[in-house]
């Protein structure tokens, strides 16, 4: 079945450092991947996607592309901020055809957290 | 993208007792989802909710534990049966589509079993 593996954490930054989470997949088919933040005491929000290979996700600074033959989508972001301190999840989803995603497959979650 | 009201945002349950969760959306949806965050893990999900049909269920999630109904296209519910400590969860729905967001996510039912 499909599995989503991140970066162990929880990663401890300082402020404007530089930030990489991995993330890697396995699936049957050609899955849409997603990167989700739950800040403290949130709900999930997207934070980006992309649905094909070579496909660049960016949001609020946050980075990742859909490698295919390395079957990763890596978040970076150049300088980090406090207020990114939260928890990110990786994520994919098999396309259910027509109008619809199909199910959400997350991985572990990393949290991050940004000292000033 | 859907805009999802979820409720209860949070409860505290006596063990042995029942917890129904509501999930109403603002446009019609063929696939619901209903997923368990346990404390400081990721979410896993329980099953699939089409309406019309019975649930998909997860493996190591049955029917018996979680009922799910989805009588309507908009509107779906979640119930955790004979609660214990164990089920101590929060308790998200969501629904996809293809706009620009994918999926939406509801705000969560914060659940505390004593």
């Known amino acids: 079945g499909d599995s989503v593996t991140q970066m162990e954490g929880p990663v401890t930054l300082s402020e404007e450092a530089f930030l990489t989470i991995n993330c890697t997949y396995t699936?049957?088919?050609?899955?849409?991947l997603f990167w989700y933040v739950q800040y403290p005491g949130e709900g999930l929000q997207l934070l980006l996607k992309?649905?094909?290979?070579?496909d660049k996700g960016s949001n609020k600074g946050f980075e990742a592309t859909y490698r295919k033959e390395t079957t990763s989508f890596h978040l970076e972001k150049g300088s980090v901020q406090v207020s990114d301190s939260a928890v990110y999840f990786c994520?994919?989803?098999?396309?259910?055809?027509?109008?619809?995603?199909?199910?959400?497959?997350f991985g572990q979650g990393t949290i991050l957290t940004v000292h000033p | 993208s859907a805009v999802i009201s979820q409720k209860p945002s949070r409860d505290i349950c006596q063990r042995g007792t029942s917890l129904t969760i509501q999930c109403q959306v603002d446009?019609?949806?063929?696939?619901m989802f209903w997923y368990r965050q346990q404390p400081g893990q990721s979410l896993t999900l329980i099953a699939t909710?089409?309406?019309?049909?019975?649930?998909?269920?997860e493996s190591g999630f049955v029917i018996d534990k979680f009922p799910i109904s989805r009588p309507n296209l908009t509107f779906s519910t979640l119930t955790v049966s004979n609660m214990s400590p164990e089920d101590s969860s929060i308790y998200l729905c969501?629904?996809?589509?293809?706009?620009?967001?994918?999926?939406?996510f509801g705000s969560g039912t914060r659940l505390t079993v004593v």
């Open positions: 969501s629904v996809s589509g293809r706009g620009r967001h994918g999926y939406t």
């Open positions: 699936a049957t088919g050609y899955p849409s």
């Open positions: 992309a649905t094909k290979a070579d």
């Open positions: 994520a994919l989803s098999e396309d259910a055809g027509g109008t619809s995603y199909g199910k959400l497959t």
């Open positions: 446009s019609q949806v063929t696939m």
């Open positions: 909710a089409n309406q019309g049909s019975e649930a998909t269920y």
